[in-house]
């Protein structure tokens, strides 16, 4: 048995709720070794992963990873929130008790790191010195060295996060065992993986994959799931899958902030790096916060405030080239120190590719291996058209790297927030944008957006599902008390934020082709919210917000054909009206507040009228 306190005394770390935590769970798995890391031991780690061949080197100190092909993504069908309050249970977070949960894994993970190293991974999920560190500091115990190195880019890392905490029990306890990846069932009756937040004792416990938000646990584990628990148990804050940024106008040194929820794989990415479309480029610059998480509250000056909990950004490879995110592309050059996950390589020439990189793969096959580490060049016939890269392959780079990054995104207090929208990919019914004043029927619209899914979740890809405020992965209790959380937020901040919606996925019935050119584009709908909301432009009134008109959203340099322009800026109101059959069925699950009914009503009372008229 290895010396737990003779290493956490080597170490340092001295705060005695961590080190009885770490010495428990060492005992439970059965770890050889232990080893508390901070982020100056990345160079290490990355040598040592290099010599054990688990990470490949690829050109310009960066490096190459590949997950087991059956452990590729989230699994949400594995992942289950725990409480001891059975009124927790919701229609999408998996409610199991806490009790049971605890014993299941602690079971599974008896002896399962035997012979492993099991590093101690002290990390904050805030800006330090931010009013929500109470939420934020956590301790993840892993036995996978490569996701000690993804969690140094994705969160902050260091011993002083958990040694000098107020109060020295406020961490998340977050325990990783890998398990035996071949033989775990994955996809059968027999599945042996369980992914639990046993929300109501901060506790995060996920055995049997090494994969992203399965495995890096300070990001989709603490910074949704627990953070959105624990927002609601203090009553402080909201956690969300949201997008940050900032639009600044150079000419009037206004700065705006924008906080969105798009479900996984719809484009937060994507937007938060983007840069001002060439045309308006002089006058607007967007500014990078985050792309994946926010955290929202209301700030001693009433105003709704945000800042993004993440140090780095865990992006969708594919289709990620120049002209589609340029932002990403120089945030993963050589330098950079980013790590390629499930992509393809080459063995020869380190290099790496994805779909979408290039028009084209690379001519020469040579040296080339796909995501399953199968040799390009042997493929034979019916395999030749099979994709190189997994569709769910990422890049994991810091912030640091990134180059539209904020000069205040570390900042404590966080940024006051101007908009909220909500968009997923919806191939009809959606325009492209439309603003939302009533705080309610904001509330309501997001706890309506629905979405396409995609690869980023196992199995569902082109499936259309709701999901709530883009959360529903990842909520931790009940819909209708989230409702209540929202309302009660928002409707404590002075300065409402105005609400949209938008969808850059609108697509030609016919042809299928994208009607919105997208990326960089979509800054233009977001330059005119921001007129809206400052009473420059008036829009027109719909059944379901108000959208923009022609003359008001600005198009100089953009050429779109007249017929795809008034489709994005008109409404299909036969559709609508389906849409909120769907939707009553859809919201009826919840125990929703009346004014979210409300809302309900008056929106489908406004279609009604429209239609008739
Ligand atoms: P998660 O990290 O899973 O939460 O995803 P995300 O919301 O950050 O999505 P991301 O920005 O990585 O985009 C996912 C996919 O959508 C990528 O393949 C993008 O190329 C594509 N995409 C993003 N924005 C647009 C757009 O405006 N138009 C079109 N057509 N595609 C887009
Ligand atoms: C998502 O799927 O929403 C992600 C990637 O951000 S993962 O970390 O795998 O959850
Ligand atoms: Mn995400």
Redesign the pocket.
């Known amino acids: 048995m290895v010396d737990v306190d003779k290493v956490l005394d080597e170490a340092g770390l001295t705060n005695p709720h961590v080190r009885e935590y770490v010495s428990y769970w060492a005992g439970v798995t059965g770890a050889e070794q232990i080893e508390v890391v901070s982020a100056a031991d990345d160079e290490r780690l990355l040598q040592e992963s290099l010599e054990a061949g688990e990470l490949l080197p690829v050109t310009g100190g960066r490096y190459y990873s590949r997950s087991y092909s059956k452990d590729t993504?989230?699994s949400e069908e594995r992942t289950v929130v725990a409480t001891s309050n059975p009124e927790d249970k919701g229609v999408y977070n998996n409610w199991k008790p806490a009790d049971e949960t605890v014993k299941t894994l602690t079971e599974r993970m008896t002896g399962a790191s035997v012979g492993k190293t099991m590093y101690v991974i002290p990390y904050l999920m805030a800006p330090a010195g931010s009013p929500l560190e109470a939420y934020a500091a956590g301790v993840e115990l892993t036995d996978s060295r490569p996701v000690v190195q993804q969690m140094i880019r994705m969160a902050r890392v260091g011993i002083d996060y958990i040694n000098n905490l107020e109060d020295p029990n406020s961490f998340v306890r977050a325990v990783h065992v890998t398990g035996d990846l071949p033989n775990l069932g994955q996809g059968t009756d027999n599945d042996q993986r369980l992914f639990a937040t046993v929300a109501d004792q901060r506790t995060i416990l996920h055995f049997g994959s090494s994969?992203?938000?399965?495995a890096?646990l300070g990001?989709?584990a603490h910074g949704l799931r627990q953070a959105c628990y624990d927002g609601r148990a203090s009553g402080k804050f909201l956690a969300e899958?949201f997008l940050l940024l900032g639009i600044k106008d150079k000419e009037t040194g206004e700065e705006f902030h924008v906080v969105g929820g798009f479900p996984?794989?719809s484009g937060k990415t994507n937007l938060s790096m983007t840069l001002s479309p060439d045309a308006l480029g002089e006058r607007y610059e967007v500014t990078f916060y985050g792309d994946?998480i926010a955290w929202i509250w209301v700030g001693e000056d009433g105003k709704l405030r945000a800042f993004n909990p993440e140090n780095g950004v865990?992006g969708v490879a594919k289709d990620t080239n120049e002209k589609t995110n340029p932002g990403a592309i120089q945030a993963i050059l050589p330098g950079s120190g980013a790590i390629f996950t499930n992509v393809a390589y080459n063995e020869k020439t380190q290099e790496v590719w994805w779909e979408g990189l290039t028009k084209h793969h690379p001519d020469d096959l040579d040296g080339w291996i796909d995501w399953k580490g199968e040799r390009i060049a042997d493929r034979i016939d019916d395999e030749l058209g099979e994709p190189w890269a997994h569709p769910n392959s990422r890049f994991t780079t810091p912030i640091s790297q990134v180059p539209n990054a904020a000069p205040d995104f570390d900042d404590a207090a966080g940024v006051p927030i101007d908009a909220i929208i909500f968009g997923g990919r919806t191939r009809d019914r959606e325009p492209l944008i439309r603003a939302i004043t009533d705080v309610a029927e904001g509330v309501y619209d997001g706890l309506t957006l629905g979405a396409e899914a995609t690869a980023?979740?196992d199995g569902l890809e082109g499936v259309l599902r709701y999901d709530p405020m883009s959360m529903r992965p990842f909520l931790a209790y009940e819909e209708g008390d989230y409702a209540r959380h929202w309302l009660k937020i928002i409707g404590e901040a002075t300065d409402k934020p105005v609400f949209a919606h938008v969808n850059w996925f609108q697509r030609d019935a016919e042809d299928g082709h994208f009607l919105w050119p997208g990326y960089r584009e979509n800054v233009r709908a977001l330059l005119w919210l921001l007129q809206f909301k400052k009473g420059e432009v008036k829009g027109q009134q719909s059944p379901v917000g108000i959208i923009p008109t022609e003359d008001e959203l600005d198009l100089r340099g953009l050429e779109l054909p007249q017929k795809d322009l008034d489709r994005i800026l008109s409404l299909d109101l036969a559709r609508w009206k389906q849409e909120m059959g769907f939707r009553e069925e859809h919201l009826k699950q919840f125990k929703l507040p009346e004014e979210i009914w409300e809302a309900h009503k008056r929106v489908a009372a406004a279609i009604d009228e429209a239609a008739q008229a």
């Open positions: 993504a989230r994969y992203g938000g399965n890096l990001k989709i899958q996984s794989a994946d865990f980023a979740a």
